[in-house]
Nanobody, 128 residues
Framework: QVQLVESGGGLVQPGGSLRLSCVAS????????VAWFRQAPGKEREGVAC????????YYADSAKGRFTISRDEAKKTVYLQMKRPTPEDKAVYSC?????????????????????WGRGTQVTVSP
């Protein structure tokens, strides 16, 4: 059974840092793509970053480039999203998702319809 469980959300000050974790079970992390998405109230879900299977290439939304870093630790079965210099615009529920389809995906920021397994999310609030 595939499960994704996020943690690490909370309140962070603008300009600070926060690391989100996504613990995966039920599949081999290195063999599939995993992504972080976020959704703010009243807004559509946005792909933030993804890490590909195999070589672990990472792709980011423009809003995340230079500030966020996605990484994975297969031994810990965990994918991380390191957030640096957050702004109030980064406030959202952050969810991780896994793409367990055998289809090859074009390189680029993650798209929700490409991911078929989702965690419940963790709230991130950015405020002084």
């Amino acid at each position: 059974q595939v499960q994704l469980v996020e943690s690490g959300g909370g309140l962070v000050q603008p300009g600070g840092s926060l690391r989100l974790s996504c613990v995966a079970s039920g599949f081999t992390l290195d063999n599939f793509g995993v992504a972080w998405f976020r959704q703010a109230p009243g807004k559509e879900r946005e792909g933030v970053a993804c890490i590909s299977s195999g070589d672990g290439s990472a792709y980011y939304a423009d809003s995340a480039k230079g500030r966020f870093t996605i990484s994975r630790d297969e031994a810990k079965k965990t994918v991380y999203l390191q957030m640096k210099r957050p702004t109030p615009e980064d406030k959202a529920v952050y969810s991780c998702a896994a793409d367990l389809s055998p289809m090859a995906r074009a390189p680029g920021p993650p798209l929700p319809h490409d991911y078929d397994n989702w965690g419940r999310g963790t709230q991130v609030t950015v405020s002084p």
